[in-house]
């Protein structure tokens, strides 16, 4: 196992991805295709998607919490390979600033994923981003990403069937997941919904857990012991699955091995026995 790298190295290769894929201009706009992706596919996604964006949603569009909408009912597919689009409008000044910075959440998003992807964590696949220049940058920016598959299983659904399992596949699922997770941190990346973002996907008799939505990430935001013990809690303690201090201390075992820092678990443990005295989710 190797050692996780200083946050200094993982703050410069996050910033340096976020200029990760080719920028392509359709005259008005701009595309940033992923490098996975050929010309020849953003091609025709750049046709379809002029076809979706003029008959089906509106000219002016708002999304429902001013910042962001996922289009759940309006996917496409290109190359047998269905699309799944996300609109980010700009519409304060933070927003447009951010853009101009190359920070904007779309394109953090973006290049995100495909670290994840590049480092071997399983994540929804980024394909294309489209938004308009520095200096005219519109008032959206669109992420298409690859549709996951029906088989996935959204986290919060698969805590609530946490309740059904044995004790060893609880356990099994809290060693595995303190390893993802684990993983997640040890590549620099902290966003405190992360925990919710995440679906997972059986195989055979295990799981793969796809990070996916890093809207809130921040390549600057580096893994402290406070957001170390947030990250810790949230994992182990929601409404729908309350961990017990059993499977904590499996978790937490788990975690602190693949980031190896054993230091950490004094501290952590404390927090958690602390979480489960005031109720745990209930506090």
């Not at 991805?17 to 392509?24: N, S």
């Not at 309740?163 to 684990?182: D, T, V, W, Y």
Request: hydrophobic share 35%; with cysteine; proline share 4%.
């Amino acid at each position: 196992m190797s050692k996780p790298e200083s946050p200094v190295v993982t703050t410069a290769k996050h910033i340096a991805a976020l200029f990760t894929g080719r920028a392509i201009s359709d005259g008005t706009n701009v595309w940033r295709a992923a490098p996975q992706v050929s010309d020849a596919f953003i091609t025709k996604l750049q046709a379809k998607w002029k076809e979706v964006r003029e008959t089906v949603l509106p000219k002016e569009f708002r999304s429902k919490n001013k910042k962001r909408e996922a289009l759940g009912d309006i996917s496409f597919v290109v190359d047998g390979v269905e699309i799944f689009p996300k609109i980010y409008t700009r519409n304060d000044y933070k927003h447009k600033l951010l853009h101009g910075l190359f920070f904007s959440e779309a394109r953090r998003n973006f290049s995100t994923m495909y670290f994840l992807m590049e480092n071997n964590i399983p994540t929804t696949e980024p394909l294309a981003l489209l938004s308009g220049d520095r200096l005219h940058p519109g008032t959206e920016t669109v992420l298409f990403t690859k549709k996951l598959k029906e088989t996935d299983i959204y986290f919060y659904t698969f805590r609530d069937e946490l309740h059904n399992f044995s004790q060893e596949k609880r356990n099994a699922f809290f060693i595995l997941f303190g390893q993802k997770m684990a993983e997640l941190h040890n590549l620099g990346i902290y966003t405190e919904d992360t925990d919710k973002n995440i679906s997972i996907r059986p195989i055979g008799d295990t799981y793969d857990f796809h990070f996916y939505d890093f809207d809130n990430f921040y390549p600057w935001r580096c893994m402290n012991m406070k957001r170390t013990i947030h990250a810790v809690l949230h994992s182990l303690f929601c409404r729908h699955y309350d961990a017990s201090l059993e499977e904590s201390e499996i978790f937490l075992e788990a975690y602190l091995t693949v980031r190896q820092r054993p230091d950490l678990k004094e501290e952590l443990l404390k927090e958690i026995k602390q979480r489960i005295a005031s109720g745990g989710s209930r506090k």
